[in-house]
């Protein structure tokens, strides 16, 4: 499971390196966020 932690922890560094100020519907690297209502 550790590859799947890794993956995810990049994607929480992409969510903190991205502004918070883009739209909801700029995809975040795929990772499903608050942003993605969709998931």
Do not use: E, Y
Not at 7 to 26: F, K, N, R
Request: proline share 13%; aromatic share 0%.
């Amino acid at each position: 499971m550790r590859g799947i932690g890794r993956a995810d922890d990049v994607a929480t560094v992409v969510d903190v390196l991205v502004p918070p100020t883009l739209p909801a519907t700029v995809p975040r690297a795929g990772h499903a966020s608050t942003d993605t209502p969709t998931g």
